[in-house]
């Protein structure tokens, strides 16, 4: 067994995984009777944008695997233009780990990826939280130059964490306050960070959304081969990706609960970590065919 | 204290409050450290639609009170032709019990009824569950007329409960299941049983609906004023009042978490009563001023 003594993601070590040509970075820690949970992370995050109140309050229960793609952070490779090259990626870690079956928690680009390779190999999840992302075919998918989220993205004083404060949460005072302790949260690993994601990281995430946002055929047609049971959530003032791609989603699964959240925006599960793990550990520890818990 | 030693709707019996010159039927019975909790029936509906499974699970917890609007069953009174006319009557039972706050579940039309009693008395209710209902303003509420329903409601073969099913479950082999067992549920209850409504009850009820569809100024607007914590639960396939109505409500009410669930249709929280009943107590537990639990 990989797993480490310390399960959290302030101190975690960061492990790496050689398969064929990549080398990938990941961290794995927790026990208990679960299945583990893969974590498969937003645009340009590493493996140090995990939530280690979320993180941690499910590694109570089960190995959290968090997965660092190919090209990002200290993975080898180059970051896939498509989240299909993505899913592949994720599924040789997986094969290489010699898991063949999971749970898993994708957050935004992540939901995608967990959608691709459950589509791809249905056996690999038992059961998938999709978190604030969309559908292939799903609309407004981080579209990073409308002005809603351009007012920051251009706004040179915010950087970092300062801008991920503004972007991933909602304009009020309560939100911005979640999100200054999410980011001061995020800042408590001080060793064995990954390096930040460049330019280059973020181009190629971005062709992949632009990609996702295409479709053939019946719109949303694709999701009724996912037959895990799903618990879908989002935050309702989402500029990222909006909460009508939850809608979809949880419309066109043939097994979804959908859950939103007020106040709060592309980071609701950081926001009401506390409510998102209770329903989280609820929804995992069922072995009910159907997604309600 | 009013409560009775039989913790079900199964066989708690009916209760009678003269307020003015209404004569209201009501049952109350459970108990616990919650709040009460005061249920709003849905259209035609009477004490006999409450489902046991979700009631009796919810009174282990706490009073549950099954309201009889004026004109429905054997309470006295004309059935009123809008919301506010239904809202005032709640409003005069719950002050002829001397209850001056509670939590609420509002089912379709009893959820209507609970949104105006919040905005008539902000401090009637501690928090609130509102389940496969609409905003005012919402749309395609209860359109019988329709396809979709017409089909059910002109068939001669279906009557009383067997329509029931049809309406409230969706038209797969799963939620149909679950109807069955919901209908066989409220068979339980043998004596002491209410009056089923007629057509005349329907008719002001429909108005009542229509009336609730117009609005005035801004759309949804007059949610913003409802700041208790709020679950919102819709099924999926809803074809009575469609989940977009819950959407509307989850987005524009300041303080309320959207729940949604697969396969089902009107009925959800009677398909998935367990879920329903988990998450509802979890909800109802929490004294946090937000409603994520």
Known sequence: MLTTKTASNITA?????QVKDERYAYRRFGKG?????LFLQHFTGTLDNWDPAVTDLLASGREVILFESAGVGRSTG??????????RHALAFLDGLGLTTCDVLGFSLGGMVAQQMAQDCPSIFRRM??????PRGGEDIMHLEKQSLARYFEDPTLQGYALLQKIFFAPTESSQAAGAAFIARLAQRQEDREPASGPEVAKAQVAAFREWEQFTG???ANLK???QPALIVNGIHDQMIPVSNSYWLSENLPNAVLLTYPDSGHGSIF??????????TAFLASDSPFAPY
């Open 13 to 17: 070590p960061t492990q790496f995984l």
């Open 33 to 37: 009777s679960g299945r583990p949970l």
């Open 78 to 87: 180059q970051v896939p233009k498509t989240v299909s090259g993505m899913a």
């Open 129 to 134: 939280i999709l978190v604030g992302t969309a």
């Open 218 to 220: 019946e719109r949303f």
């Open 225 to 227: 081969s996912i037959r």
């Open 271 to 280: 926001q009401f970590h506390e409510s998102f793990t209770r329903q989280a």
